[in-house]
């Protein structure tokens, strides 16, 4: 009962598009390079403008099915029926938002595909299975104690938000070395706090350094001290336009660095655009360039590292926590795994997972970066839990 129309007719496809209840886009397959051809660029606005459903067939036509990237007009699918095994660029911006809801449909590929993946997304088991437990014979000190160097006086807030992320995050106890300290102090009393130097702080397991610290010389300063330890070290925000390449690279402990897509371009010599339109590759990049483990915030987060080839995608989160701080909490949390034991691969990917878990059950309304770590206490017990 189908009946086929020549796609260089524009008219005739133009009416078939409109009459049509569905839409199936099947253009070009995983292949495709470069976005789509004129031809095919109108049958698109055609479909657009008639207003049907669109189901792409394995992926919406004219996006990078490898790295996510579109280089061009690409079909914006309401759902897309991928087949044997998701392909990277359904899961990563920009193409992923091309894609609309995703089902797979297994046909059997499994005993072709590689041993390693591309990439790889985290499930509830998973950061279960890695969440740090206390011990019957833990204190404060064997679960250990994260460092948190943030804040100034123009920007205390960013002390008290990464503090509040690191108490949520599995580690014993929490020191705060910076000028904020009666900030912290105020709204958590159980953190250790000092106004001096990091290294005089006292014995940490990890460092988190960067939120709210200012480009001063104090600032500067506070972060070479940080780098300098022979622990791992989170660095954020500020941190990050003060990074030391040569200093980082130098580092025998593990370095995970957190920029958001402006802060990636600047650490590239890029533009913002240039890393949001190649989101997987910018991750890569920057993992590679500074010999770090690199979380790379937006709308797609991504976990690359230098000790294993597959990149994490980060599945949960929702466009809520696009508000101010909630990176600091992210900063903080993610250090406060790091000091429990987790890998730098590894606290980041749950870090990143349970920052946006706690920010979804906050629901579809504005949210702040401190509600979000008040949430985190609960979305780790219904992770531990199954």
Known sequence: GGRAVPATDGPATGRALARAHLVVDGIVGIGGRGGLRPEAQALVRAAEDGGAPVLAVDLP???DADSGEVRGAAVRADATVTFGTYKPGLLIDPAREHA???????????????????????????????????????????RGVVGVVAGSARYPGA?????????????????????AAEAVIARFPETLVTTGPPSKAGRVQAWVAGPGLGDGADARQALEDVLASDVPVLIDADGLRLLDPHTVRSRSAATVLTPHAGEAAALLGLSREEVEAARLPAARELARRFGVTALLKGSTTLIASTTHPAVRVNPTGTPWLATAGSGDVLSGLTGSLLAAGLTGRDAASVGAYLHGLAARELGAAPI???????????????????
Request: proline share 7%; hydrophobic share 50%.
């Open 100 to 142: 609309g809801a995703l089902r797979l449909v297994d046909i059997g590929l499994g005993p072709h595909l590689p041993a390693e993946p591309d990439l790889e997304a985290l499930q509830h088991a998973d950061v279960a299975a890695l969440l740090p437990r206390p011990a019957a014979e833990s204190d404060k000190y064997r």
């Open 368 to 386: 702040t970066a401190l509600g979000v770590a008040e949430e985190l206490r609960g979305v780790w017990r219904d992770v531990s839990i199954g």
């Open 61 to 63: 036509s004219g996006v």
């Open 159 to 179: 002390a008290v938000l990464a503090v509040a992320g690191a108490l949520a995050g599995g580690a014993g106890a929490v020191r705060y070395a910076g000028p």
